[in-house]
């Protein structure tokens, strides 16, 4: 026999025929043949759990089990020792450069966000003082109807358009930007201590505590339901006083959007978060527009275009949720707006640099 051609065996029913040639599979049943290497001394035929019926011997990485590879691919990810030296030179040289706040710097921070900050304490104290009207005044308040005025210029009212379309995920998404309302005048200031624009903090803190006062000043003088309490009471067709008092204290003071959150997830977290509001009756203007508005007239000028999506994101979810009116948005707009160009003004007469967004 010719030392190049190969043995091979072909088992049929339990035995064994020898050929030097290779047995074509057409003359025997597929399914009780099988092909394999005849034994030898170097390379012993690998047995199978079918039958003891051998194969091809494969090589052992063949057979390395799928959490092996897993890992060694995770292996094979992990930064090298060079690259994790260059992140951490980097992450030293951000500190270097970061500038602690001389104590001028910290009371010129703390003067310009004084307004603010006052207006947060009365704001938070108005159910003992009540310089602005409370839920049980609601008889005696002369409420101002966005309402009414939205139906004369618009043919339908636009928050209920587009709250009209809803479902748990788009609840989900509008609860994004109330979540964040509140941390937004420290994060702000904090990421432009860190690109080094102290001004624009000093600007950003003296245009929301104007901002704010103004919102006090027209809810004393024009205080407003928002939109999901004033449908509640015409749902209701409340006419005593004490009874719409008590049935806007019974209400779902999250909306609708936010209780169908709280139903999902089996707790009364949105309810929590609106039940203690000091200020029911203060719609107009909306402060949840105003404050990114804030930040939007102050940011750098290359960062404005895309923080406006998220300016659209919250008026959005105020109409989405029941909370504002289209005018409530105009009007917070518009507030804001006019108050950053009289600061440009003033600014401009001190001859001082200002990088308010020219209006």
Known sequence: MDASQSVFKLQVNGQYVTSSEPVTSSSHDKSTSVYTKAPSDDHPSTPQSNGGVGRHSLPLHHHRPVIGSLISLFLQRLPSPS????????????????????????????????????????????????????????????LMNVSAWEGRLFPWQLHVVVSSVHFLPLDFVAAVPYLGHYVIPVLYPAFLYLIHRLELILQFYRLLGLTMWGHYVIWLVAPTLPPWALDFLAAHQATNASIMAETILAAHKEGPAFARIDSFIGRPFFYGMFVGNPVPFGSFPSGHVAWPMCILVTLPGHLRSRFSVYVVWVAWATLYTGHHYVLDIIGALALVGGLARLMGHVAQAQQTRCSILPL
């Open 83 to 142: 690259s994790v030296r260059f992140a951490a030179l980097r992450a030293s040289h951000w500190w270097k450069q970061l500038r602690v706040p001389s104590r001028q710097d910290v009371q010129r921070i703390a003067l310009s966000a004084a307004p603010y900050l006052l207006f947060l304490f009365f704001y938070g104290i108005n159910p003992y003082t009540r310089v602005l009207p409370v839920a049980a005044d609601i008889g005696r308040a002369n």
